[in-house]
C-alpha cells in the first residue's frame, strides 16, 4: 500500500522565480492538504483541495496557489518566490468522511536564494 | 483562537529512562480533535494517535502512553523505557473537525535525543 508521495525532494530557486510541487496521496485518498514548516518550527497550514476545489485555506498569499486532478494528486504553486518561503512543504492525504486522520508524505525541501 | 503549546523545546536523556512530552492546547469548541505526530530526521511527520474531545480515556500502545485531561486542557505523551530510535521531534496537533476536513494547528514540537 503505497504512501503519500512528495516530488521532487530538494528544490532549489531564486528570487522571483515560481516553483510547482506534486503530491499523490495514499491509495484510497480523496483529500489534500498542504502544510509549510520552516525551520525549527511546526507545520503550517496552506490549504485543503477536496474534489478538485479548495475546501479551507489557512493565511497565506495570493501568490501560493494548488490545484487537485482527477486521480485526486495535486500540485503547489508558489509565485513570485521570497526569501521567507524556504521551507519543507508537507503534503498529507486523508478519506474526507471515513478516516479523519492526515497521513503526511516526506516533504519537499525548498530553498530560495 | 486555536492554540497549542509545547513547552518544552528539547529534552535529552539516557536509553531506558522514561520521558514525558506535554502539550497544552486552547480551543472554544466542545468538539475537537487532538494528535501526536512523530517527526524523525528523514522528516517526514508520523501519525501516533488521534483523540476526540468526548473520549478521556488513557491510552496505551506498547511503550507509549497518552494522558487526556479536558479539565487542565492537556494531552501529554509518555514514552516509557526510551530507545536511541525514539529520537525525533515530537508534535502535538489540534483540529476543530475530524482531521480529514479541517486543517491542523500544531504546537513547535519537542525535539527528544536519547542517548545510548
Known amino acids: 500500500d503505497a504512501g503519500v508521495t512528495q516530488s521532487p525532494t530538494h528544490l532549489i530557486k531564486t528570487r522571483g522565480q515560481q516553483v510547482t510541487l506534486r503530491c499523490s496521496p495514499k491509495?484510497?485518498?480523496?483529500?489534500v492538504s498542504w502544510y509549510q514548516q520552516a525551520l525549527g518550527q511546526g507545520p503550517q497550514f496552506i490549504f485543503q483541495?477536496?474534489?478538485?476545489?479548495?475546501?479551507q485555506r489557512g493565511n497565506f498569499p495570493d501568490r501560493f496557489s494548488g490545484h487537485q486532478f482527477p486521480n485526486y494528486s495535486s500540485e503547489l504553486n508558489v509565485n513570485a518566490l521570497l526569501l521567507g518561503d524556504s521551507a519543507l512543504y508537507l503534503c498529507?492525504?486523508?478519506?474526507?468522511?471515513?478516516?479523519?486522520?492526515?497521513?503526511f508524505g516526506p516533504g519537499t525541501r525548498l530553498t530560495v536564494l | 483562537a486555536q492554540k497549542v503549546t509545547q513547552a518544552q523545546t528539547e529534552i535529552s536523556v539516557v536509553e531506558k529512562e522514561d520521558v514525558t512530552l506535554d502539550c497544552v492546547y486552547e480551543?472554544?469548541?466542545?468538539?475537537?480533535?487532538l494528535f501526536w505526530y512523530k517527526q524523525p530526521p528523514s522528516g517526514e511527520l508520523v501519525f501516533l494517535i488521534r483523540?476526540?474531545?468526548?473520549?478521556?480515556q488513557n491510552e496505551i500502545s506498547g511503550r507509549y502512553s497518552w494522558n487526556f485531561q479536558k479539565s487542565t486542557s492537556s494531552f501529554n505523551f509518555t514514552i516509557t523505557a526510551s530507545q536511541v530510535v525514539d529520537s525525533a521531534v515530537y508534535f502535538c496537533?489540534?483540529?476543530?473537525?475530524?482531521?480529514?476536513?479541517?486543517?491542523?494547528?500544531f504546537g513547535k514540537g519537542t525535539k527528544l535525543s536519547v542517548k545510548p
Open positions: 498529507a492525504s486523508s478519506l474526507t468522511g471515513v478516516s479523519d486522520t492526515q497521513y
Open positions: 491509495s484510497g485518498h480523496d483529500t
Open positions: 483541495y477536496y474534489e478538485e476545489e479548495e475546501r
Open positions: 480551543t472554544r469548541d466542545t468538539t475537537y480533535y
Open positions: 483523540r476526540n474531545s468526548f473520549d478521556e
Open positions: 496537533a489540534l483540529s476543530e473537525y475530524g482531521g480529514s476536513q479541517g486543517n491542523l494547528i
